[in-house]
């Protein structure tokens, strides 16, 4: 088969330049490894943003995949398919939400929450047309749609793309006063990530989410978690904002919801916000496919039967221990929850990218942030010698690009 450096060149070639990927060609995937079109392998520890919690190609997943695949994939949702029922059932009863509307892409669920907030804002708390305002954080990362990257902070993901869509306002995070002192009559919903992901995995103050939801309950603010990264097991709880406590009005899923077999979200909501949905609000042709949706449901059975939360919560604490315990002067911080770690390095002496490219060669793949953090979340499947095993690695690297 051609080589990494000619499908490189085709892809550099006759794509669009809008990504810089690592020099590596992955041509298959089982479980928690990768090859690549050269043969070598290389442990996953970022699944894919944390899409493939289950690991590459597993039996069960691909079963449902290609069973559905041969009997009914696609129909439109002007028809109901006889998947669809099962997975939102399914859905229900996991994470205890009335509803869900399924869509596809991370985005799809966040646009979906801020139409539902928005128009919860006019027909039921009185907010007057075209006024509702919703508060969102610093660093964030909610997706690519030109009305998610008008709130970001990110100079990169906006610089270019304007004009942007009004009704945004954004605090610091983890800053519970300063939601406090954002709230207008007009605001409608607090948007967040109950760790921010893209953002470098920064982890808000205890007590934080618990206080933002006092306060947007005082305040009738809607209180929406973004778990598209956070959610289905990856930082020990099923949903992220449980080590809080806290019951968000709305919840976003993606990633992991399709098995990393394909691309699947929701908006969750009890009826009193999910209510403001009529028929041809919204939707999309993609959306609650009986693909999607038999994927879905197994991934979610998947979830439950080999109690993946509780996986991720006790080989995530023992890998954020071993790691925190790696003595290197290129180490500012390590931080985590769940298999959703951060590792801050300091700048000055090591770039993460440079960081990622090493610890690739030793057949390690990660992802680097801001230059700053590397971060490791490997599939919630994998096994502490594979940990062990990257900890390992990751000290060695360390070691010798601090010489
Ligand atoms: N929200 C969060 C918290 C995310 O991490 C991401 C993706 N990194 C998204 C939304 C967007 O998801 P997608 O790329 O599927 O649109």
Redesign the pocket.
């Known amino acids: 088969g051609p080589t990494t450096a000619q499908l490189r060149q085709r892809e550099d070639t006759f794509g669009a330049r809008n990504y810089a990927p690592l020099p590596v060609v992955f041509t298959r995937g089982e479980g928690v490894w990768l090859w690549d079109v050269e043969g070598r392998r290389y442990l996953d520890m970022m699944s894919a943003?944390s899409a493939v919690s289950f690991g590459h190609s597993h039996p069960r997943l691909v079963r449902a995949l290609t069973e559905q695949a041969s009997r009914l994939a696609l129909t439109s949702r002007a028809y109901s398919n006889d998947r669809l029922p099962l997975m939102l059932e399914r859905l229900s009863a996991l994470l205890g939400y009335d509803r869900a509307l399924p869509v596809n892409?991370?985005?799809e669920a966040?646009e979906t929450a801020i139409k539902a907030a928005r128009k919860w804002a006019y027909k039921l708390k009185g907010v007057a047309d075209g006024q509702a305002e919703i508060i969102v954080c610093a660093n964030n990362?909610?997706?690519?749609s030109t009305t998610i990257v008008g709130f970001s902070s990110e100079a990169q993901y906006r610089d270019g793309f304007g004009p942007f869509a009004p009704g945004f306002c954004s605090i610091p995070y983890g800053d519970a006063a300063a939601l406090e002192a954002a709230i207008t009559p007009n605001t409608t919903a607090f948007l967040f990530?109950p760790i921010q992901?893209?953002g470098g995995i920064v982890i808000p103050p205890a007590g934080w989410l618990a206080r933002c939801a006092e306060v947007c309950r005082q305040h009738n603010v809607l209180l929406i978690a973004?778990e598209?990264?956070t959610g289905l097991g990856r930082t020990g709880r099923l949903l992220a904002c449980e080590h809080e406590g806290v019951r968000p009005d709305g919840v976003i899923l993606?990633?992991a919801l399709g098995g990393g077999l394909l691309?699947v979200?929701a908006f969750l909501a009890n009826d009193a916000l999910m209510q403001v949905f009529r028929p041809g609000d919204h939707g999309s042709t993609f959306g609650g496919n009986p693909l999607a949706a038999a994927v879905a449901d197994e991934a979610l059975r998947l979830l439950a039967d080999e109690r993946l939360a509780e996986r991720a919560a006790r080989l995530g604490a023992t890998f954020l221990a071993r790691l925190q315990a790696i003595e290197s002067p290129l180490i500012r911080e390590v931080r985590g929850r769940g298999l959703l770690i951060g590792m801050e390095l300091d700048t000055r002496r090591v770039n993460a990218r440079t960081a990622a490219e090493w610890l690739l060669a030793r057949g390690l793949m990660t992802k680097d942030t801001h230059d700053s953090v590397l971060r490791f979340a490997p599939p919630l499947i994998v096994g502490e010698p594979e940990l062990e095993w990257a900890a390992e690695v990751i000290e060695d690297a360390l070691a010798d690009l601090a010489t």
């Open positions: 943003y892409t991370g985005l966040v990362f909610h997706g690519r990530e992901g893209e973004d598209v990264q993606g990633k691309p979200s």
